[in-house]
């Protein structure tokens, strides 16, 4: 089993910025790729950016410019930093990650953290 845990989110002001954190733990043999979605009210889940265990990152076409991903592989943690906030990216974030596990043979398995309100707003 895999825990994401999500922190950074929070209210800030237009323009401003943010940085989201997300930290895996448990018994996995490794974490390959890792990203963060949005989902605000009334709409579906979409993706943000993602970041491979390399650290080739995509982003969003919305996002391209004012936010980055990153990932530190020692502490399975990926962040995103997010600049110049917009009223239009207020939502609920939520971290994904894919996890690799060792048996015998190597299978993966995707997890979902709780995710993390951010609200931009004046």
């Known amino acids: 089993q895999v825990q994401l845990v999500e922190s950074g989110g929070g209210l800030v002001q237009p323009g401003g910025s943010l940085r989201l954190a997300c930290t895996a733990s448990?018994?996995?043999?490794?974490?390959?790729?890792m990203g963060w979605y949005s989902q605000a009210p009334g709409k579906q889940r979409e993706l943000v950016a993602t970041i491979t265990s390399d650290s080739v990152a995509n982003y969003a076409t919305s996002v391209k410019g004012r936010f980055t991903i990153s990932r530190d592989n020692a502490k399975n943690t990926v962040y995103l930093q997010m600049n110049s906030l917009k009223p239009e990216d207020t939502a609920v974030y939520y971290c994904?990650?894919?996890?690799?596990?060792?048996?015998?043979?190597?299978?993966?398995?995707?997890?979902w953290g709780q995710g993390t309100q951010v609200t931009v707003s004046s």
């Open positions: 994904n990650a894919d996890a690799l596990f060792y048996t015998g043979s190597v299978f993966r398995a995707n997890y």
């Open positions: 448990g018994s996995f043999f490794s974490i390959d790729a």
